[in-house]
């Protein structure tokens, strides 16, 4: 699955994308009809540590989960992020797998 990773207000280096999207295939596991995978990554003008925000977007059949993380690093922020996606997607598996 294509993972596209946007960077808003800088420019992304390859090991962020490289680490991006490792991160986010491994979410497959958990459900496998993930349609489509977007990452924002933001950089916010503040004097607060914090000033990276993650937001990713992952479309599935009838669905679509958006999560949204400010951290000190976009690695952490992705880490977050990406837990929090597994945590729907497994939530989403079961309910359907419960309908059946």
């Keep these: 699955?294509?993972?596209?990773v946007h960077a808003?207000?800088?420019?992304?280096?390859k090991k962020l994308v490289d680490f991006v999207e490792e991160r986010m295939s491994k979410l497959e596991k958990f459900?496998?009809?993930v349609v489509s995978y977007d990452v924002?990554?933001?950089?916010?003008k503040t004097s607060?540590?914090?000033?990276?925000?993650v937001e990713a977007k992952i479309i599935v059949?009838?669905?679509?989960?958006i999560v949204k993380k400010q951290c000190k690093t976009f690695?952490?922020?992705v880490e977050l992020a990406s837990e929090s996606l597994e945590r729907l997607l497994v939530k989403r598996k079961e309910k359907i797998r419960a309908h059946i």
């Design 1 to 4: 699955m294509k993972v596209n």
């Design 31 to 33: 459900y496998d009809k």
């Design 75 to 77: 690695e952490e922020g």
């Design 40 to 44: 924002f990554l933001k950089v916010e």
């Design 61 to 65: 059949p009838g669905d679509e989960f």
């Design 8 to 13: 808003v207000n800088f420019n992304v280096d």
């Design 48 to 53: 607060d540590k914090e000033n990276k925000i």
